[in-house]
């Protein structure tokens, strides 16, 4: 888990090339032209679009898991919840690496262990922290650096300092 979309996506350039970088690629036709994503077998996948028909929301996590077109499908993505999903063209655009997600995308969530990547930025306090720190069930890891992780946990939280409408709408 990381802070920034810039840190995640590196993070799973780095995830994919330690872990599966010959894998067999999803390969794919269509209008006659051969296409490809950079997604192989096996890689975890994150989507970026809800397709409640599909029982899909943005943020649902899965794995490759067949890269073999047919005459209706380009290959197929095991949710985490066990169930498959075949990969459409409509959900193409929203199928991402996921070896590494936002926070924002795992809020709401859990998982048995988190590693978080933590990096000083404008977002990150302490209340950024407990919540990344809160997704896991059993463990936890931190990485990054010692003197910044003292700031972020000594210096108080700025949610107090957001602005937002809200108040105008419930009075």
Known sequence: ???SKALVADINKQIKEAVNSDGSRLEFEMHGEQ???????????????NHYDRGI????????????????????????SGEKIEITPSLLDCMVLGYAITLHKAQGSQFPRVIIALQKGRIVDRAWLYIAITRAATEIHIVGCEEDFRQITEMPSQAHKRNSYLTNLLL
């Open 1 to 3: 888990m990381a802070p």
């Open 35 to 49: 296409f490809f994503q950079n997604l192989r077998l096996n890689d975890a996948i994150l989507f970026t679009q």
């Open 57 to 80: 929301q943005n943020g649902s996590l899965g794995t490759l898991t067949n890269v073999s077109s047919s005459s209706h499908s380009f290959g197929e993505v095991t949710l985490d």
